[in-house]
């Protein structure tokens, strides 16, 4: 453990972070094992969020740390353009084992929001690639979150993110409606029954701007980051076959969803669905080093890397740490631990005990909706009248003094654990939520 001098917190300009709010009160971790961080000030907390919805695995696992520690003696590096290296292929091989048939052709970025805005373009170089060059428009989805990349917010639709930058933001871009709808569907265990219906808006779309314009359509499976939003029944089905039907590209984001969180290697395959492109991130290697991929149908790979002439560069993108050796050395060792301990199976065994326990949140005060999938929950609670987001804020403090790290995104809270959880901390997760709920006005 260790703790010790508050640091200046003057200098760094924190993320997604109110920076004034966070220096006058800072929360620092500075260690952490298994299901646990420890704080600055010496506290163990329990981790309810597995970060950011990343470390499945659990933290600081030995292997993943010894696979990162030799990778750095023997390569620190190497150039990913006109050079490889061995483990980046080995990488690319064990992530496409993982994607639903059809979709092992992997290319590596740093992040989801590099993912996503790689996804898009990939999409617009297969259409150009068979002839279909007029088709450049994406639909995304309201409340969709796919990073902060000026193409990621484009597709998006959260109007914070999307706001500052409207003039700047990609052309051709529509969007479906979100499915959340409390009146029909609160308190829905798994996915809500009502809402398959939404899926025909993408219909309407297509009617509106002509399916020969519009290149794909990118939806999280599970949206998280939005407030946990669970697909109704037979939705994601609905717009596959639409997508399939027009010739759209189906963009699967599993930046959240992949790796495990719904008890299945991906949400592709929990729903028994097979996209046309999986964006990845977070899980792909436990979040030990940052690594992001894009998993795209062999069919995209080969129209796009046949259309260009032999000996040339097929697709301008890249990153200079695309593959880094740290990052997919990492990824190996996390998919080692994913399968020797099963633990995406472990996922799908406790996901009942997860739900249960988050349902007997049900009537506590304030809260107004319950929602839930595999091992991630989320709790919306009643805005307080003129300061949307300030009560889920207080829940999250009271939990966090509690020695239990939530997430909350306005007024709802999330809880995505690493998959390692044991029902006894499914317990104390959502039993600290209920005590904390219970100091709240
Ligand atoms: N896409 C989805 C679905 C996400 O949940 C996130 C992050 O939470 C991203 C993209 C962006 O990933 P990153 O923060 O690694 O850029």
Same mark, same amino acid.
């Given at each position: 453990?260790?703790?010790?001098?508050?640091?200046?917190?003057?200098?760094? !300009?924190?993320?997604?972070?109110?920076?004034?709010?966070? #220096?006058?009160?800072?929360?620092?971790?500075?260690?952490?094992?298994?299901?646990?961080?420890?704080?600055?000030?010496?506290?163990?907390?329990? %981790?309810?969020?597995?970060?950011?919805? +990343?470390?499945?695995?659990?933290? +600081?696992?030995?292997?993943?740390?010894?696979?990162?520690?030799?990778?750095?003696?023997?390569? %620190?590096?190497?150039?990913?353009?006109?050079?490889?290296?061995?483990?980046?292929?080995?990488?690319?091989?064990?992530?496409?084992?993982?994607?639903?048939?059809?979709? %092992?052709? =992997?290319?590596?970025?740093?992040?989801?929001?590099?993912?996503?805005?790689?996804?898009?373009?990939?999409?617009?170089?297969?259409?150009?690639?068979?002839?279909?060059?007029?088709?450049?428009?994406?639909?995304?989805?309201?409340?969709?979150?796919?990073?902060?990349?000026?193409?990621?917010?484009?597709?998006?639709?959260?109007?914070?993110?999307?706001?500052?930058?409207?003039?700047?933001?990609?052309?051709?871009?529509?969007?479906?409606?979100?499915?959340?709808? =409390?009146?029909?569907?609160?308190?829905?265990?798994?996915?809500?029954? !009502?809402?398959?219906?939404?899926?025909? &808006?993408?219909?309407?779309?297509?009617?509106?701007? %002509?399916?020969?314009? =519009?290149?794909?359509?990118?939806?999280?499976?599970?949206?998280?980051?939005?407030?946990?939003?669970?697909?109704?029944?037979?939705?994601?089905?609905?717009?596959?076959?639409? +997508?399939?039907?027009?010739?759209?590209?189906?963009?699967?984001?599993?930046?959240?969803?992949?790796?495990?969180?719904?008890?299945?290697?991906?949400?592709?395959?929990?729903?028994?669905?097979?996209?046309? =492109?999986?964006?990845?991130?977070?899980?792909?290697?436990?979040?030990?080093?940052?690594?992001?991929?894009?998993?795209? #149908?062999?069919?995209?790979?080969?129209?796009?890397?046949?259309?260009?002439?032999?000996?040339?560069?097929?697709?301008?993108?890249?990153?200079?740490?695309?593959?880094?050796?740290? /990052?997919?050395?990492?990824?190996?060792?996390?998919?080692?631990?994913?399968?020797? &301990?099963?633990?995406?199976?472990?996922?799908?065994?406790?996901?009942?005990?997860?739900?249960?326990?988050?349902?007997?949140?049900?009537?506590? /005060?304030?809260?107004?909706?319950?929602?839930?999938?595999?091992?991630?929950?989320?709790?919306?609670? &009643?805005?307080?009248?003129?300061?949307?987001?300030?009560?889920?804020?207080?829940?999250?403090?009271? +939990?966090?003094?509690?020695?239990?790290?939530?997430?909350?995104?306005?007024?709802?809270?999330?809880?995505?654990?690493?998959?390692?959880?044991?029902?006894?901390?499914?317990?104390?997760?959502?039993?600290?939520? /209920?005590?904390?709920?219970?100091?709240?006005?």
């Amino acid at each position: 453990m260790s703790t010790g001098l508050m640091p200046d917190t003057g200098s760094l !300009w924190m993320p997604f972070t109110a920076n004034r709010q966070f #220096k006058a009160a800072p929360r620092l971790l500075v260690s952490a094992s298994g299901m646990y961080y420890m704080s600055h000030d010496g506290r163990r907390i329990l %981790d309810g969020t597995a970060g950011l919805w +990343c470390v499945n695995a659990g933290h +600081c696992r030995p292997e993943i740390a010894q696979a990162i520690a030799r990778q750095s003696r023997e390569l %620190d590096y190497a150039p990913g353009f006109q050079m490889g290296h061995p483990l980046a292929f080995e990488a690319a091989s064990r992530v496409a084992q993982l994607m639903p048939a059809g979709l %092992d052709r =992997i290319f590596f970025t740093n992040s989801g929001s590099e993912s996503v805005d790689t996804a898009l373009k990939i999409a617009l170089s297969y259409h150009r690639a068979r002839g279909q060059s007029q088709r450049i428009r994406f639909i995304g989805r309201e409340r969709g979150y796919h990073g902060v990349g000026f193409g990621g917010i484009s597709v998006g639709g959260i109007a914070a993110n999307r706001k500052p930058f409207t003039a700047n933001l990609m052309p051709g871009v529509d969007h479906l409606p979100h499915t959340l709808n =409390i009146a029909e569907a609160a308190f829905s265990r798994g996915q809500p029954a !009502w809402g398959a219906h939404l899926a025909d &808006e993408l219909e309407r779309l297509v009617t509106l701007h %002509d399916a020969s314009t =519009i290149a794909g359509v990118i939806v999280e499976p599970l949206a998280g980051s939005a407030g946990v939003l669970v697909p109704p029944r037979g939705y994601l089905e609905r717009l596959h076959a639409i +997508c399939a039907h027009h010739g759209l590209l189906l963009i699967f984001d599993e930046v959240i969803s992949g790796f495990g969180r719904l008890g299945s290697a991906t949400a592709s395959e929990y729903f028994g669905l097979t996209p046309d =492109i999986i964006t990845l991130a977070k899980g792909i290697n436990n979040a030990a080093v940052p690594l992001g991929a894009v998993a795209v #149908k062999r069919v995209i790979y080969d129209s796009v890397v046949g259309a260009a002439d032999p000996g040339s560069i097929e697709l301008f993108h890249g990153y200079t740490y695309s593959a880094h050796p740290l /990052a997919v050395a990492a990824t190996v060792a996390a998919l080692d631990i994913y399968a020797r &301990e099963g633990l995406f199976e472990r996922a799908r065994s406790l996901s009942s005990k997860f739900e249960d326990c988050a349902h007997a949140l049900r009537g506590a /005060a304030h809260v107004r909706d319950i929602r839930n999938l595999g091992l991630v929950a989320g709790i919306e609670l &009643e805005p307080r009248p003129g300061a949307p987001g300030s009560r889920a804020y207080e829940v999250f403090l009271a +939990c966090l003094q509690r020695g239990v790290l939530v997430r909350y995104t306005g007024d709802t809270l999330a809880f995505s654990p690493p998959l390692i959880v044991e029902p006894a901390q499914i317990e104390q997760i959502f039993g600290t939520v /209920a005590e904390a709920l219970r100091t709240i006005g």
